[in-house]
């Protein structure tokens, strides 16, 4: 398999979430200092170095939270299927 080059890996990350526009993911953010934040919500926009997501928040609120797609590549972030919580980007283990 050949190695592929970050800028490509982030190019890949983002096409991959724009086809997703619309559909339900799982964001699992370490935010630091032992703190994991999980939310769940809809692929709104994609940007040139970032993503954003409707979340669905407790009683029927929403907001929007923006992740950055070199901290998806990094594992700082992992966007997750929403249901069965698996990896939707299980190729970027192979590259560390």
């Known amino acids: 398999m ?3 080059k970050p ?3 982030v190019q890949r ?3 991959q979430l ?5 559909e339900l993911v799982c964001v699992r953010a370490n935010m630091g200092r ?4 999980e939310r769940t919500g809809r692929v709104a926009q994609t940007h040139p170095a970032l993503f954003v997501l409707d979340v669905f928040e407790k009683r029927n609120r929403r907001s929007r ?9 990094t594992g700082t972030v992992e966007v997750l299927h929403p249901d069965s919580k698996e990896p939707l ?5 192979l590259l560390a």
């Open 89 to 93: 980007f299980p190729w970027i283990e």
């Open 18 to 22: 724009e086809e997703m526009a619309g």
């Open 2 to 4: 050949e190695m592929l």
């Open 34 to 37: 032992s703190k994991i934040l």
């Open 13 to 15: 990350i983002r096409t």
């Open 65 to 73: 939270a923006s992740y950055q797609y070199i901290d998806v590549l």
């Open 7 to 9: 800028v490509h890996a």
